[in-house]
């Protein structure tokens, strides 16, 4: 039962990083193109550009929520390749808890960055 | 007394990669896992460079993003786009699948029969085809904004 529920929110983000990574991706690099439908974006890999998206919040939230997201569709799917291997009832504890830990530290460490810069 | 063994189907890892006597949409699967390690890799290093790389200032970041617009990295970057291009329209078809949808009414089973699961081909030939048009789109700007 614990594994539908898994799967199913499997489901949901998948839904929530084609929104979200769609709009990162246009914006990263659809630059040419945007620029024919007449919205200009500068150089957005530039200092200046990267530290303006970063002093806004709404920026911010976004990306940190993209990252819950992501990180949670990454992760679980990565869990689900290597649980097809079949392994004992004690390394699929193992490979959980490892996968949950790393889970852990990379959001609160990766979502940390973008809180500091907003004062940068 | 004889004794009756079970079928071997264990494939271990290589079920991983062989799909047997299957059709389009198991090699898909392939590709779907293949794609998902993939963008996973590029994950790991796009959150190292975001944020390690990042909070140590203007001079960091900018030795950074000119190691990274050399064209090598450039192609890896295309390469990260399709790959994420073609897992999202394949997982989208496959939640959509998954809940019902493209496959059609079940018919019941009375001669000539209806094969209801072969409905879903054409969503795949055009789950493809939107793939290859925006891997067109966005290599024409990879290609236009320079490498």
Request: glycine share 8%; hydrophobic share 55%.
């Amino acid at each position: 039962m614990r594994n539908t529920y898994l799967w199913f929110l499997q489901l949901v983000t998948g839904i929530l990083i084609a929104v979200l990574l769609g709009v990162h991706m246009v914006l990263m690099h659809l630059d040419a193109i945007l620029g024919f439908f007449g919205v200009y974006v500068n150089d957005v890999t530039s200092w200046g550009s990267m530290i303006e998206r970063s002093r806004q919040g709404i920026w911010a939230g976004l990306y940190i929520a993209l990252l819950a997201v992501v990180l949670y569709h990454a992760l679980n799917g990565l869990r689900n390749v290597i649980l097809e291997l079949t392994p004992s009832a004690r390394t699929e504890r193992v490979v959980t808890w490892a996968i949950v830990a790393f889970g852990i530290v990379a959001f609160v460490w990766c979502s940390y960055v973008p809180i500091a810069l907003l004062s940068a | 007394m004889r004794q009756i063994q079970p079928r071997r189907n264990y494939l271990g890892a290589v079920g991983w990669l062989w799909a047997g006597n299957y059709k389009l949409e198991r090699y898909l699967y392939i590709l779907h896992r293949i794609t998902g390690l993939g963008i996973l890799l590029f994950l790991l290093l796009h959150l190292m460079m975001t944020t390690v790389f990042r909070i140590q200032g203007q001079d960091v970041w900018e030795t950074t993003m000119s190691i990274l617009h050399n064209p090598w990295f450039k192609i890896g970057e295309y390469l990260v786009v399709i790959a994420f291009v073609y897992h999202a329209l394949n997982g989208l078809r496959l939640i959509l699948q998954e809940l019902g949808f493209l496959m059609g009414r079940p018919t019941p089973p009375i001669y000539p029969y209806r094969d209801s699961l072969r409905k879903k081909r054409p969503w795949t030939i055009a789950m493809i085809a939107v793939v290859v048009i925006l891997a067109l789109v966005f290599f024409y700007d990879f290609v236009a904004g320079g490498w």
